[in-house]
């Protein structure tokens, strides 16, 4: 079975500075997806940017991005110019590459809860 | 919808009582998912639908957890005779097939047991 490891309970950063969450993973397969969300004190997860394990890119949307290494098996999720809007709870998530029962699902890490500063 | 929708947003409930949550998924999902956050935890999967299939049930974590999804949309999921460790936030998530961009979650069930 995958696990989702994030080590990082809790981090702080000060506005318009840079972070980065941490997150490894430990699974036997060669092709899968890796997902960042945010959650928010109203409670609901929103994506923030997701992986595709065969693409050795790093994913980007505007000021997050991604840091993924295959090999290692980490993928870290860096804010750029964090805003006080950014504070939340960050989950790390998995997901096989079949689309069919269990395998469909996510599997989350425990999430680091970050703090913006001002 | 345009989002999922869960209701109620916060319930209280006494030790032994029954409680049903509801979770309406956004309209063309096929697949439905519930998951349990307890305090300091990650998201711990209860529960999958997808389309007509029989559901997998492999994470709930005993008899008294039940969930049905009638016609393919709205689902409900029950807990019997509450325990003050099923206190925790429910949340539900729906996708496409696929599952290709990932889950949109719903804002979830607080659920206090007293």
New interface residues.
């Given amino acids: 079975a995958q696990t989702?490891t994030q080590s990082q309970p809790e981090m702080s950063v000060q506005e318009a500075e840079t972070v980065t969450l941490s997150c490894t993973y430990d699974t036997s397969e060669s092709d899968y997806?890796l997902?960042w969300?945010k959650q928010p004190p109203?409670?609901?997860?929103?994506?923030v940017i997701?992986q595709e394990a065969y693409k050795q890119q790093n994913a980007t949307e505007n000021r997050f991005s991604v840091n993924f290494q295959k090999a290692a098996k980490s993928f870290s999720l860096k804010i750029s110019d964090s805003q006080l809007g950014d504070a939340a709870m960050y989950?790390c998530?998995y997901?096989s590459p079949s689309?069919?029962?269990?395998a469909?699902?996510?599997?989350?890490?425990?999430?680091t809860r970050l703090q913006v500063t001002l | 919808g345009a989002g999922v929708s869960q209701s109620p947003s916060n319930k209280v409930t006494e030790k032994g009582k029954d409680v049903e949550l509801r979770c309406d998924p956004i309209s063309g999902h096929t697949a439905l998912y519930w998951y349990r956050q307890s305090l300091g935890q990650g998201l711990e999967f209860l529960i999958y639908f997808q389309g007509n299939s029989a559901p997998d049930k492999s994470g709930l974590p005993s008899d008294r957890f039940s969930a049905e999804r009638t016609g393919g949309s709205v689902s409900t999921l029950t807990i019997q005779r509450t325990q003050q460790e099923d206190s925790a936030v429910y949340l539900c998530a729906s996708s496409t097939r696929d599952n290709y961009y990932g889950y949109t979650f719903g804002s979830g069930t607080r659920l206090t047991v007293v």
């Fill in positions: 989702v997806y997902f969300y109203s409670r609901q997860m929103i994506l997701r989950f998530a997901r689309y069919t029962g269990t469909s699902k996510l599997t989350f890490g425990t999430g």
